[in-house]
């Protein structure tokens, strides 16, 4: 069993940057794979980004590429978004999640635990 508990959400200017992190309690989270997503209002969840165990690969969604980078620390066991350069359209419910396994994947249902979200919300 792995418990996520993702933070930092708040609301924030179109331009600025904020920071997401998901603390993870339970056994062996350096097994894991980690992702993050992100749902709208009325939208399905998408595939924000994911992170292997080692935190040698990491894969993005083409629409933040190049403004978001997700991290990961084996020791405190978290996992980070640091979002830069945000838009109006990157508001959403933000929530980790964890997948046991190898292989990464943007499915949301092929991931195993997820937290309750943290709100982003960027005004324009």
């Known amino acids: 069993q792995v418990q996520l508990v993702e933070s930092g959400g708040r609301l924030v200017q179109a331009g600025g940057s904020l920071r997401l992190s998901c603390a993870a309690s339970g056994r062996t989270f350096s097994s894991y794979i980690m992702g993050w997503f992100r749902q709208a209002p009325g939208k399905e969840r998408e595939f924000v980004a994911t992170?292997?165990?080692?935190?040698?690969?990491?894969s993005y969604a083409d629409s933040v590429k190049g403004r978001f980078t997700i991290s990961r620390d084996n020791v405190k066991n978290t996992v980070a978004l640091q979002m830069n350069s945000l838009k109006p359209e990157d508001s959403a419910v933000y929530y980790c999640?964890?997948?046991?396994?190898?292989?990464?994947?943007?499915?949301?249902?092929?991931?195993?635990?997820w937290g309750q979200g943290t709100q982003v919300t960027v005004s324009s």
């Open positions: 992170i292997s165990w080692s935190g040698g690969s990491i």
């Open positions: 999640a964890a997948r046991f396994g190898f292989k990464m994947v943007v499915d949301p249902v092929a991931y195993d635990y």
